[in-house]
DNA sequence: TGCTTCTGTGAGATCCTCTAACGAAACAAT
DNA sequence: ATTGTTTCGTTAGAGGATCTCACAGAAGCA
């Protein structure tokens, strides 16, 4: 019963590793991060620390996943809190404001995989969590808002030019053609979601805001915007209303 | 004179040493990659490439800036080669294919930076000239096309109604009051390419196309759509259609 | 009190980057 | 052809990394 007290101590170690682990990240990068220097930091020999992670590897797995999911609460958190018309927004900048504030983390998640890595299941259990959240947030983009302007479609012939939706449930935007292939090669994929699987359309709307967010978000943290002089939100608000105005 | 030779051999096992490093970071990733293991393989001791590479980190740099003014030179004769029509989605596969072909090139360039690196300043001379085809076929999209559809705006108030174009230059969409707000936070920004400056309106296009396509591009290269279960060239085709659409 | 389990240490194996000193080869010039 | 110079590759080694192993204490449990 008493070994309560050996545990505590022990996961109470594990995170002050772990902390101490996410400041090297920081200011070194991935391949800053050192078992000899952590336990160093912590007023121990390296070996010590092999009594609480296995191995270097494990210990940055644990720190992906942590990160995940933070990442995947602080967005649920956000559609939660948020009034039913500002989900989508909620979401998004949640994200940005997190990804802009432990760039390191986001990169953690997102960045370069070692080629061999395989990532634990729990990480696709978080994913498909996360996944849930943007679904949530996609699906409340266009209900009630008001705010999104009904765009009649043009005379003009060509692909692009927008067409009716093919069965969806809502009242929606209408689709483009080649949106409503995309709607239609998504419809038998997954399940990408813990619950009910969405349609073609709602998955493709989760998919574009996923990887327009993303590409904003990594190129910024990344600092591929700096010395380009302009304000990197200003764009992601761009990009945010072009997808809330897209469907 | 006859010191060409040596010159020659020099240049020689440089790349056989790039070339082998090349093939370390395809299986192993960039902390793959060593000094010791390429000189073994190339049949020398360690310190012997040190005469050809002041340090391992000379050497990834190198890799990186190699892939840099590869997929730069290949997006511009891509855009060079095809028809003023076409020339926004060759430039936007051409980008798409050069990723999928080379995966970890593309980290290389794209991927989580070193938090203390600096890219030399070569790097950043290659991404202007890049930026200057990106501007080139983002100019060349709506010209002549034929296959975008004039959207007229509907009649429903709201931010996102789509409004008349400031002043801009061609015959162009019509953008959204957001876009037009970015088109102007872009106006006094730059110089990001040789040659003269675009408007404001153009660069945002340009960006919109930077951060969509890389958002798409680097969660596939990465593998985060595995086991997702669709095709992301789908995906990819739907986001070219919706920057051509969107101007 | 003893017994067991957990925790930390020091030594060491094996890798890495990178420096230094030395032999050998190639080039240059007399 | 012989001499001098530059370059190349070697071995030796410093210093650091991950990680294993055997051993000394400490903590928990009887």
Redesign the interface.
């Known amino acids: 019963m008493a070994t309560a007290r050996r545990e505590r101590y022990r996961k109470q170690t594990r995170e002050e590793a772990k902390s101490v682990a996410l400041a090297q990240l920081?200011?070194?990068?991935?391949?800053?991060i050192s078992v000899n220097a952590i336990a160093k930091a912590m007023g121990m020999t390296g070996p010590a620390l092999y009594r609480y992670f296995a191995s270097r590897d494990e210990l940055l797995t644990e720190l992906i996943t942590d990160a995940y999911r933070d990442l995947a609460e602080t967005l649920a958190r956000a559609v939660a809190d948020a009034a039913p018309a500002d989900r989508f927004r909620a979401m998004a900048r949640a994200l940005r404001d997190w990804a802009k504030r432990q760039p390191?983390r986001y990169?953690l998640i997102?960045?370069?995989?070692?080629?061999?890595y395989q990532a634990p299941p729990e990480t696709?259990e978080i994913a498909a969590g996360m996944m849930r959240t943007i679904f949530d947030a996609c699906s409340s983009v266009g209900e009630s808002g008001?705010?999104?302007?009904?765009?009649?479609?043009?005379?003009?012939a060509?692909?692009?030019?927008?067409v009716a939706p093919s069965a969806t449930a809502s009242g929606e935007q209408p689709l483009?053609e080649?949106?409503a292939?995309?709607a239609r090669?998504?419809e038998?994929?997954?399940p990408?979601a813990p619950g009910e699987e969405p349609g073609g359309e709602l998955k493709?709307r989760a998919?574009?805001t996923?990887?327009?967010?993303?590409?904003?978000i990594?190129?910024d943290v990344?600092?591929?915007f700096t010395?380009?002089?302009?304000?990197p939100s200003?764009?992601f608000?761009?990009?945010l209303?072009?997808l809330?105005?897209?469907g």
């Open positions: 920081a200011e070194s990068g991935t391949a800053g390191d990169l997102y960045g370069t995989p070692v080629p061999g696709t008001g705010a999104t302007a009904s765009v009649t479609p043009g005379v003009t060509g692909a692009a030019a927008r483009t080649v949106e292939a995309l090669h998504l038998g994929a997954g990408w493709g998919l574009r996923w990887t327009r967010l993303h590409g904003v990594s190129l990344q600092g591929q010395g380009m002089g302009f304000d200003v764009l608000e761009a990009e209303d072009a809330v105005r897209g």
